[in-house]
């Protein structure tokens, strides 16, 4: 072969090396390219969560994530975000943004009178639509001027809070402002309404009582001291405390009212339920009979149950759930932190 064509051959070839070479490292590059945007693109997503979060906090703070990813849905939807509940949890808890909820409590039943105590009318009853059945309690509320109460009337079907009332004793007529309001907010005009309380003095005591009856209300009372008795009651007073703020000390009866009023509406028009579908209070109310009702009760017995079915060495979860105390369930139950039955 000529020398000049076995130069010409061997330049080319040089050539064409040189050029697979060089394309295949623009191809390389290229190819990293949509990786690091899918990088750049998944922080952003993760921002634009968090401050969302931030907004939702803000009227609920102690919102956990698998209500947060309920909140989310209409979200991550309009901003084409990708997000499960697994993954909202992963993020949150790497910015040590979960909640860990304590339990404190505070005995305001006096039940050493002789007054006389009505039955307990809820225990085997079958709560079948809103207005059927209304549990009352008092909690304790702390401001530097004092302990002041904060008497509730709550809805046992819908979980609404249908009356309140705030003040800086535990007289009766407290406890009768928060039913006129409950019997004023009710929607559908049933007769015989049963009234489950505690059996402190305020709800046995004449005075009360005969007011109840003139309001067509049914009267019914725990029989023993144990809160499970009133559970609905003992639960709501928990998420106002806990949830909006209400268990710290506050500056003022005028600021604890004030901010009574906010978590009351707040929680019957915003805070999903799990105990109601994943709906508000509001919404349940409205339904009249749409939902399926769980008893507080059954649950109890069913994480006992549960509890000892499904222990795994010894790794256990410490008050998994409110509703069960001492009892132990999976510490961590694909990533959640509380009971996957009731949370």
């Known amino acids: 072969m000529p020398d000049h064509l076995a130069n010409e051959i061997q330049r080319k070839k040089k050539s064409f090396q040189n050029k697979v070479v060089v394309s295949s490292v623009r191809d390389f590059k290229t190819s990293l390219l949509p990786t690091s945007n899918s990088f750049k693109k998944k922080d952003h997503d993760n921002q634009l969560v968090l401050e ?29 975000i990708k997000m499960g509940r697994d993954a909202l949890f992963n993020l949150l808890r790497n910015r040590g943004l979960l909640i860990r909820k304590t339990k404190q409590f505070h005995i305001t039943t006096d039940s050493k009178h002789s007054f006389r105590k009505s039955p307990n009318l809820l225990e085997n009853l079958d709560i079948q639509h809103a207005e059927q059945a209304f549990v009352s309690d008092i909690t304790y509320i702390k401001t530097d001027q004092g302990h002041a109460y904060l008497a509730l009337v709550t809805d046992a079907y819908s979980k609404k809070i249908m009356g309140w009332s705030f003040d800086d004793n535990m007289k009766v007529s407290m406890v009768k402002q928060a039913l006129k309001m409950a019997h004023k907010n009710c929607r559908f005009n049933h007769k015989s309404i049963i009234h489950h309380s505690d059996r402190g003095k305020q709800y046995c005591c004449p005075d009360y009582t005969e007011f109840a009856n003139k309001l067509g209300f049914v009267m019914s009372t725990t029989q023993k001291s144990d809160p499970y008795e009133n559970a609905i009651a003992e639960r709501i007073n928990g998420i106002l ?37 994943l709906t508000t209070p509001e919404n349940a109310h409205r339904q009249f009979n749409k939902h399926e009702y769980k008893s507080y009760k059954n649950m109890q017995l069913k994480v006992v149950l549960l509890a000892n079915a499904c222990e795994e060495g010894n790794r256990l979860c410490r008050g998994a759930t409110w509703i069960v105390p001492k009892t132990c369930m999976y510490q961590n139950y694909r990533g959640m932190q509380y009971c996957p039955v009731f949370r």
Do not use: C
């Open 52 to 80: 969302e979060v931030a907004r939702i906090r803000k009227l609920m703070p102690f919102a956990g994530t698998r209500k947060l990813i309920n909140y989310l849905k209409l979200f991550l939807t309009q901003n084409n």
């Open 241 to 277: 405390k806990y949830e909006f703020g209400l268990r710290k000390t506050l500056a003022s009866v005028h600021l604890a009212r004030k901010m009574i009023k906010e978590a009351v509406d707040i929680y019957n028009n915003l805070r999903i339920h799990w105990s109601i579908g």
